[in-house]
């Protein structure tokens, strides 16, 4: 199978589990006088405010990163920004799209219910050495404000890993908050999105000290996912029989 439409799949597989399947919507059509064309990859309706997914994918050997390499990933990623202000250009000027849930219903979004956007953007690159805490390829921008949302960028593995430890919507809204406050107000040093993860789901009290208060600064080291895997493995054997890393 095509790796780009793989990488979607995945996405909206995770977006099922995340949010239930009537909430996702794959590909909605943004309609035009030249004709129809995809709004993005998924779009997520929660009360009034919506999630825009953008999924990008590079078949590459990252175990020799260089310049390059990196410029080709930032050049998806901006890619990546560019389809989402199709959403947002669309609802300024409360164009007309039409989507389809998963039971083939179809009806036309209501931009006056909208409030809030919020952009995710997920990156599918395979990495040899990702299960190596110390090694693991991150992508630096976390979370940028662009044209007045919040856009967060998740590797596609660290998503779904994620996915299991925020089982509600939520959960993941409350995440994607705290994920915000901590890395664009730079309280937070951090080398993967799992050690944080996991810092956020045994020590989130220090977090939120760290977050509220602007003397206070915490410095990941490598290895807290790890740590919290090994602890806490029956609770979340018990928890999720089937594990996986």
């Known amino acids: 199978m095509d790796h780009g439409i793989l990488t979607e799949d995945t996405a909206e597989l995770i977006c099922h589990r995340l949010f239930g399947a009537d909430l996702v919507l794959r590909s909605p059509r943004l309609i035009e006088k030249s004709g129809a064309k995809e709004l993005t990859d998924i779009l997520i309706i929660i009360d009034d405010t919506i999630l825009i997914f953008q999924s990008k994918s590079l078949l590459m050997d990252i175990e020799n990163l260089d310049n390059t390499k990196i410029a ?5 990623y901006r890619n990546a920004k560019q ?3 199709t959403t947002l250009n669309a609802h300024n000027r409360n164009a007309e799209v039409h989507a389809t849930t998963p039971l083939e219903v179809e009806f036309i979004l209501d931009w006056e219910h909208i409030r809030k956007k919020v952009a995710i953007v997920t990156i599918n690159i395979p990495d040899t050495f990702y299960n190596n805490p110390e090694w693991r390829f991150q992508f630096p921008s976390r979370v940028e404000n662009h044209k007045g ?11 779904d890993r994620a996915q299991k430890e925020l089982t509600t919507p939520g959960d993941f809204m409350n995440y994607l908050s705290v994920r915000e406050k901590a890395f664009i107000e730079n309280r937070i040093i951090i080398g993967n999105e799992l050690d944080f993860l996991a810092f956020y789901k045994t020590r989130y009290p220090e977090l939120e000290a760290a977050i509220k208060d602007n003397t ?8 807290i996912w790890e740590g919290y895997r090994s602890i806490e493995k029956e609770r979340i054997i018990e928890r999720d029989p089937v594990v996986s890393d």
């Open 72 to 76: 080709r990933i930032i050049k998806r």
């Open 216 to 223: 206070l600064n915490i410095l990941f080291e490598p290895g």
């Open 149 to 159: 949302i919040f856009v967060h960028t998740f590797l596609l593995a660290d998503l």
């Open 83 to 85: 389809q989402i202000n």
